[in-house]
């Protein structure tokens, strides 16, 4: 699990802002809406942009500290090859290597294959360049998991 504080492990991609829409946490991948506020990505295993959430350096806040809703939300759109310190969904047993889609709220989770090890028709967001156990996971439990964008 990564030990960094800091959502932009490699690259820097493109910097936005859009207010919220509810509550986001940095390494939330985020999604665009039609009112022109800014979600955790909601559709698990959608299309997605390689937008997340990265701290909100400026007012001295860290990773570990949520955007409100209605508050000024600062993400960023990776490009190929970008490393990001990901939040991952709880029961996740990743692996470096794994393809990783969105879980449907904010989170990432290990892409599904079906019984001939096929994948399904899920949208990969990321690789895993690190392994993360969240299988056993609890409150105490750091979610995150660098991760490359593909």
Do not use: W
């Not at 009112?35 to 350096?57: I, L, N, P």
């Not at 794994?98 to 990969?124: N, P």
């Amino acid at each position: 699990m990564s030990s960094a504080n800091t959502i932009i492990i490699k690259g820097t991609g493109v910097r936005c802002e859009r207010v919220a829409n509810a509550a986001i946490t940095p390494g939330h991948l985020v999604e665009l809406m039609s009112t022109d506020k800014v979600r955790v990505h909601a559709t698990a295993g959608g299309v997605a942009q390689s937008a997340f959430a990265v701290e909100d350096e400026l007012q001295g806040r860290d990773i570990d500290t949520a955007y409100a809703a209605d508050a000024k939300v600062q993400f960023n759109v990776f490009r190929k090859g970008d490393v990001v310190n990901a939040l991952i969904s709880n029961g996740e047993d990743i692996d470096i290597g794994d393809k990783l889609v969105s879980a449907g709220d904010g989170t990432l989770k290990e892409a599904t294959a079906d019984s001939s090890a096929v994948e399904t028709e899920e949208y990969v967001v990321a690789i895993a360049v690190e392994a993360c156990d969240m299988s056993d996971s609890s409150a105490v439990d750091d979610p995150r998991c660098n991760v490359e964008i593909i």
